[in-house]
């Protein structure tokens, strides 16, 4: 049993590994994209863009639920009931919360510089086991270990020089508390209801939100929206469509604490990837932080999932 913990631990932190690679991977689509178009334009097309791709893996997944499971009708009505409610429930919590996190990142970032953004945003890390102490949740002194390697891991990875808060480093902690009760919203509802609808769910919220901020502040020109579409593309293909998706089954019956450690690996991408197709220079100090962020995520294999 306790291998077989070990094994669903690993699988699952490879799942949000695979996650942090593309939300990564999303930093350089989302600064080309803030070119051309406002935050709300650029999170509500790239939502719809994630709404589309889901849609046919949802309708699929549920069909072969059902036929599996061979329930009878009222069974079947039970089961829809109570996932109505998860899906109404997770989606608008998880929803309000991934939208005012993306917003308050996408707007603060013009406020501060980008590599203090990485680090504040993904504290993350930090706040996910404290506010689930509030909840009664303890954690193995090593899982603590882990956390502080990964701010020090970030801290190098991220911070140069001095270091002041603007407004924007206010945002960008603003975007980080928001980001942990969401990850806290799908580590709840992902265990009453596929984790690919409760994705689906989160979409359709903050799609709404998004839209709203669209029309009413920003009112986008057809010719930016274009300009920006391939960034777009990418962001919801990938960043929407499948690192979420990733996200929510991974985050399945696995320590929030834990997932969370595994989520914050999308700066290293981040940088990794600026290094590689931009060209940017990666110097010891980043390279040091990058180990240590990955030296984090092996101590946690050692936790199992308590």
Request: proline share 2%.
């Amino acid at each position: 049993m306790k291998q077989n913990t070990k094994i669903y631990t690993l699988t699952h932190t490879l799942m949000l590994l695979v996650a942090s690679f593309f939300w990564g991977t999303t930093f350089v689509a989302q600064s080309l994209g803030a070119e051309y178009v406002g935050a709300g334009t650029y999170l509500a097309l790239r939502t719809y863009i994630g709404i589309i791709f889901l849609l046919p893996f949802v309708l699929y997944r549920d069909k072969k639920e059902v036929n599996n499971l061979g329930l009878g009708l009222q069974e079947l009505q039970d089961k829809r009931s109570r996932e109505k409610q998860a899906f109404i429930k997770g989606g608008m919590l998880a929803g309000l919360f991934i939208f005012l996190a993306s917003f308050a990142q996408q707007y603060g970032i013009a406020y501060t510089s980008v590599a203090k953004a990485g680090f504040l945003t993904t504290l993350y890390v930090v706040f996910v086991p404290i506010i689930s102490l509030f909840f009664g949740r303890r954690f193995d002194n090593k899982l603590w270990i882990s956390i502080a390697l990964s701010v020090l891991g970030m801290y190098l990875l991220c911070m140069k020089g001095s270091f002041y808060l603007e407004i924007g480093d206010a945002l960008m902690i603003l975007s980080a508390l928001g980001f942990s009760i969401q990850i806290l919203a799908v580590s709840r509802y992902s265990k009453r209801i596929d984790p690919v609808k409760l994705t689906l769910a989160q979409f359709i919220i903050e799609a709404i939100l998004a839209t709203i901020v669209m029309f009413v502040i920003e009112k986008p020109d057809l010719s930016s929206i274009y300009s920006a579409l391939p960034a777009i593309l990418y962001a919801g293909i990938f960043s929407s469509g499948i690192a979420y998706t990733l996200q929510a089954l991974g985050q399945k019956n696995l320590n929030p604490a834990i997932a969370s450690i595994a989520m914050c690996l999308e700066s290293v991408f981040g940088t990794l990837s600026g290094w590689i197709v931009l060209g940017q220079q990666l110097s010891l100090r980043e390279a040091a932080g990058c180990i240590l962020m990955f030296a984090a995520i092996v101590l946690t294999q050692f936790l199992g999932n308590s």
